[in-house]
């Protein structure tokens, strides 16, 4: 039997062992409840190991679940064997030897954090002796110490994070010390940067050879990731009579449906693959021949080039490319084409990729006026929409201006007639056959006929028209019953007839009435 008693510490469980030794296991900390259910586990583990037979499964369970304070002090009592430990250094290489399923590139990465906490806390550091305080300074210590920027250290520390967490699962450890640390990577908008087709043009006059300049251009133009997807890319990935190509995606291949994706072969990838193919050996298998090795440094030899381009170097070049190239197609093509062939989630394009360019700004500036005759306009089809808006929008400015300053310079006259008959010009010499309006009809029921003095103002289907005076007015009759004088005369006499009785309706000598 085991026994529970509190003394000024604390409560105690008491028991005797099959061989009939005292025991005594301090349980401090503990209230009476829990003391209890300890004491109840001890009675079964003394029977078990009395009977030489395996515990029940209630009591295996509390086991494995139990800290490892108490463990330790039933392993120290000779109830329990001690649980498999392990320090730091050879938990780590043990764990990254045993990620078969993973590629080289991450296990580069586990390596590199797997040296950064061996610098820091010792490679015989025990995993049970690591704080949440001591994971609080190694994060410090990445910071000030190594100079890590905010994400780069975030990527370790969820790293570190996940090394700990399988120490967990294997019993290793009761609590993971990286749980609560933010890991998550955000968006840094300092080092976004769009790259404008002239600042291409400039950079792919620079590049040394066909295959520099198509693998420029599958990062700028057909957004993919450099270097895994471009070097990824076979010739058999071309289809070239669908415009189409296969891209290989390795980085998201372990998840379903996203092994590859398609994407248009763009007009700005023509020339360069048909460049590189012709000077292709037979039965080449990949695209990009000259620089798959891994002592390659691409980013490297990029920077260089766009230096000899004239051009200051970019923060992540080739994510750059490939987030310019995901911003010019949203200006184009539905949201959800875009993810599709650029490959990422919407949330991952909004956090990491969509750029707010210049030519944003630009755009919204230009009046929609000038937007629209911009579009319309055949002349100016050649053109580029923004450069013509531009020009309208100054030109309606300028136009307007000297139009107020006309107003100004010659004041209306009260006593004389505004307008002119040259607005109703155009329609002289076509006959009007809308419904209402045909020849010999003596009520032209498209006409409305308000009077707003001094002068007359007709509306009807096609438009409207002031009439200075009353020949204007005569004509302007002539010209939409385009009939005999009789039938002139009729409509005259009708049209005068109800300008008069809306002239005394509303008894006003200079009264405005609009439809």
Same mark, same amino acid.
């Given at each position: 039997?085991?026994?529970?008693?509190?003394?000024?510490?604390?409560?105690?469980?008491?028991?005797?062992?099959?061989?009939?030794?005292?025991?005594?296991? *301090?349980?401090?900390?503990?209230?009476?409840?829990?003391?209890?259910?300890?004491?109840?586990?001890?009675?079964?583990?003394?029977?078990?190991?009395?009977?030489?037979?395996?515990?029940?499964?209630?009591?295996?369970?509390?086991?494995?679940?139990?800290?490892?304070?108490?463990?330790?002090?039933?392993?120290?009592?000779?109830?329990?064997?001690?649980?498999?430990? %392990?320090?730091?250094?050879?938990?780590?290489?043990?764990?990254?030897?045993?990620?078969?399923?993973?590629?080289?590139?991450?296990?580069?990465?586990?390596?590199?954090?797997?040296?950064?906490?061996?610098?820091?806390?010792?490679?015989?550091?025990?995993?049970?002796?690591?704080?949440?305080?001591?994971? &609080?300074?190694?994060?410090?210590?990445?910071?000030?110490?190594?100079?890590? &920027?905010?994400? +780069?250290?975030?990527?370790?520390?969820?790293?570190?994070?996940?090394?700990?967490?399988? &120490?967990?699962?294997?019993?290793?450890?009761?609590?993971?010390?990286?749980?609560?640390?933010?890991? +998550?990577?955000?968006?840094?908008?300092?080092?976004?940067?769009?790259?404008?087709?002239?600042?291409?043009?400039?950079?792919?006059?620079?590049?040394?050879?066909?295959?520099?300049?198509?693998?420029? %251009?599958?990062?700028?133009?057909?957004?993919?990731?450099?270097? @895994?997807?471009?070097?990824?890319?076979?010739?058999?990935?071309?289809?070239?009579?669908?415009?189409?190509?296969?891209?290989?995606?390795?980085?998201?291949?372990?998840?379903?449906?996203? =092994?590859?994706?398609?994407?248009?072969?763009?007009? =700005?990838?023509?020339?360069?693959?048909?460049?590189?193919?012709?000077?292709?050996?037979?039965?080449?298998?990949?695209?990009?021949?000259?620089?798959?090795?891994?002592?390659?440094?691409? #980013?490297?030899?990029?920077?260089?080039?766009?230096?000899?381009?004239?051009?200051?170097?970019?923060?992540?070049?080739?994510?750059?490319?490939?987030?310019?190239?995901?911003?010019?197609?949203?200006?184009?093509?539905?949201?959800?084409?875009?993810?599709?062939?650029?490959?990422? %989630?919407?949330?991952?394009?909004?956090?990491?990729?969509?750029?707010?360019?210049?030519?944003?700004?630009?755009?919204?500036?230009?009046?929609?006026?000038? $937007?629209?005759?911009?579009?319309? $306009?055949?002349?100016?089809?050649?053109?580029?929409?923004?450069?013509?808006?531009?020009?309208?929008?100054?030109?309606?400015? =300028?136009?307007?201006?000297?139009?107020?300053?006309?107003?100004?310079?010659?004041?209306?006259?009260?006593?004389?007639? #505004?307008?002119?008959?040259?607005?109703?010009?155009?329609?002289?010499?076509?006959?009007?056959?809308?419904?209402?309006?045909?020849?010999?009809?003596? $009520?032209?029921? @498209?006409?409305?006929?308000?009077?707003?003095?001094?002068?007359?103002?007709?509306?009807?289907?096609?438009?409207?028209?002031?009439?200075? %005076?009353?020949?204007?007015?005569?004509?302007?009759?002539?010209?939409?019953?385009?009939?005999?004088?009789?039938?002139?005369?009729?409509? =005259?006499?009708?049209? #005068?007839?109800?300008?008069?009785?809306?002239?005394? *309706?509303?008894?006003?000598?200079?009264?405005?009435?609009?439809?």
């Amino acid at each position: 039997m085991a026994s529970v008693s509190k003394d000024s510490k604390g409560y105690r469980v008491r028991f005797v062992m099959p061989d009939g030794t005292n025991k005594t296991i *301090r349980v401090s900390g503990f209230n009476k409840t829990k003391a209890e259910e300890i004491a109840r586990h001890v009675e079964e583990l003394i029977a078990a190991k009395a009977s030489a037979c395996a515990i029940d499964r209630r009591t295996a369970n509390w086991l494995a679940d139990v800290g490892q304070n108490v463990h330790d002090k039933l392993s120290s009592a000779g109830l329990v064997e001690p649980r498999a430990t %392990s320090n730091l250094g050879d938990f780590l290489t043990g764990y990254i030897k045993r990620r078969t399923d993973v590629k080289s590139g991450t296990i580069t990465n586990y390596e590199q954090v797997r040296l950064n906490l061996v610098a820091f806390f010792g490679p015989e550091k025990p995993l049970r002796s690591i704080t949440a305080s001591d994971a &609080a300074d190694f994060r410090e210590w990445l910071q000030t110490d190594e100079g890590l &920027a905010e994400n +780069t250290l975030r990527r370790r520390c969820g790293r570190a994070r996940q090394f700990f967490t399988a &120490a967990k699962k294997a019993k290793l450890i009761d609590e993971n010390p990286f749980d609560g640390m933010t890991v +998550t990577v955000s968006g840094n908008r300092k080092k976004e940067r769009f790259i404008t087709e002239a600042e291409s043009q400039k950079i792919l006059n620079a590049c040394p050879n066909a295959e520099w300049r198509l693998l420029f %251009s599958l990062c700028r133009y057909g957004g993919l990731r450099c270097p @895994s997807e471009v070097l990824a890319l076979r010739w058999e990935d071309i289809i070239w009579d669908a415009s189409r190509i296969v891209v290989t995606s390795p980085k998201t291949e372990h998840h379903k449906g996203h =092994e590859n994706r398609v994407i248009p072969l763009f007009p =700005e990838l023509l020339e360069p693959l048909m460049a590189v193919q012709e000077q292709a050996a037979k039965g080449t298998v990949y695209v990009i021949m000259r620089y798959r090795s891994s002592n390659q440094n691409l #980013r490297t030899e990029l920077n260089r080039i766009i230096k000899r381009a004239g051009i200051v170097p970019w923060p992540k070049p080739f994510q750059n490319l490939r987030s310019t190239r995901e911003t010019e197609l949203m200006e184009t093509y539905p949201a959800h084409v875009i993810y599709r062939w650029i490959g990422n %989630s919407e949330a991952v394009a909004k956090k990491h990729y969509l750029q707010v360019t210049d030519a944003h700004f630009e755009k919204a500036a230009v009046p929609k006026t000038a $937007e629209l005759v911009a579009i319309s $306009e055949p002349e100016t089809a050649e053109i580029p929409r923004e450069a013509v808006a531009i020009q309208v929008a100054n030109k309606a400015c =300028e136009t307007m201006q000297t139009a107020e300053h006309k107003k100004k310079d010659n004041p209306p006259k009260p006593n004389r007639f #505004r307008g002119s008959a040259d607005g109703f010009a155009k329609f002289r010499g076509e006959r009007l056959t809308r419904p209402g309006l045909e020849p010999g009809k003596t $009520e032209p029921k @498209s006409v409305v006929l308000p009077i707003t003095p001094p002068g007359y103002v007709v509306i009807f289907r096609q438009g409207s028209v002031v009439a200075e %005076s009353s020949a204007d007015f005569g004509e302007l009759l002539a010209d939409l019953v385009q009939g005999g004088d009789a039938e002139v005369a009729a409509c =005259e006499q009708l049209v #005068r007839g109800a300008l008069d009785q809306l002239a005394n *309706r509303l008894n006003v000598q200079a009264a405005h009435a609009l439809p």
